[in-house]
């Protein structure tokens, strides 16, 4: 195989804008997962479940937003969204897990916005540490019973690119990772 040169090179935009994001339902039963692409153009998911009576991928183009139910073993989940574009998103937890993430992408300021929850009865703290594109500290925010906060991360500086984990210390395993790319309709590099 021929080894890709390093570096980045130019990238043309491309019309997809891909999130998700997804929350235990009430019934504690599975993960009411929101697939978004405000693009304008289709863009293909697929589901990576990682539990032995689900491990058959899902496929799904979206265009607007879709629901999907991703359901729990044994009162845990854990699964991968990907996307176009190196669209990713990393999902763990519990069923009787209190954290919970949100996100927005705004595409004219290439920021993600993450909206961080807890719906127990203590404190959560929440880490969000760059994997990549970044040399930024990780960021701890604290969130109390019954609230959320709202984070704003900037991809600017790294041409929309993105890379970031997000745990919550108490709620172990809650883990989510988002990796993507953020398109503003211009021209940019690859990641």
């Given at each position: 195989?021929?080894?890709?040169?390093?570096?980045?090179?130019?990238?043309?935009?491309?019309?997809?804008?891909?999130?998700?994001?997804?929350?235990?339902?009430?019934?504690?039963?599975?993960?009411?997962?929101?697939?978004?692409?405000?693009?304008?153009?289709?863009?293909?998911?697929?589901?990576?479940?990682?539990?032995?009576?689900?491990?058959?991928?899902?496929?799904?183009?979206?265009?607007?937003?879709?629901?999907?139910?991703?359901?729990?073993?044994?009162?845990?989940?854990?699964?991968?969204?990907?996307?176009p574009n190196g669209f990713r998103r990393e999902f763990a937890g519990r069923a009787d897990g209190s954290a919970a993430v949100t996100t927005k992408i705004d595409a004219s300021a290439r920021i993600v916005s993450l909206t961080l929850g807890n719906t127990g009865g203590a404190d959560l703290t929440f880490t969000l540490r760059p994997l990549a594109y970044t040399d930024a500290a990780p960021r701890t925010v604290r969130v109390r019973p019954g609230a959320s906060r709202t984070v704003a991360y900037g991809t600017d500086e790294a041409h929309g690119w993105y890379d970031l984990e997000v745990v919550a210390a108490g709620d172990e395993p809650f883990?989510?990772?988002?990796?993507?790319?953020?398109?503003?309709?211009?021209?940019?590099v690859s990641g």
């Open positions: 195989m021929p080894e890709q040169e390093p570096g980045r090179r130019p990238a043309r935009p491309l019309p997809y804008q891909p999130d998700a994001h997804g929350r235990v339902s009430r019934d504690g039963k599975q993960v009411e997962l929101t697939l978004t692409n405000s693009g304008r153009s289709s863009a293909h998911f697929a589901l990576y479940p990682y539990a032995a009576e689900y491990e058959v991928p899902q496929h799904l183009d979206v265009r607007g937003s879709a629901p999907l139910r991703v359901p729990l073993t044994e009162g845990a989940y854990r699964f991968t969204v990907t996307g883990r989510r990772r988002l990796m993507g790319h953020i398109e503003n309709g211009r021209d940019s």
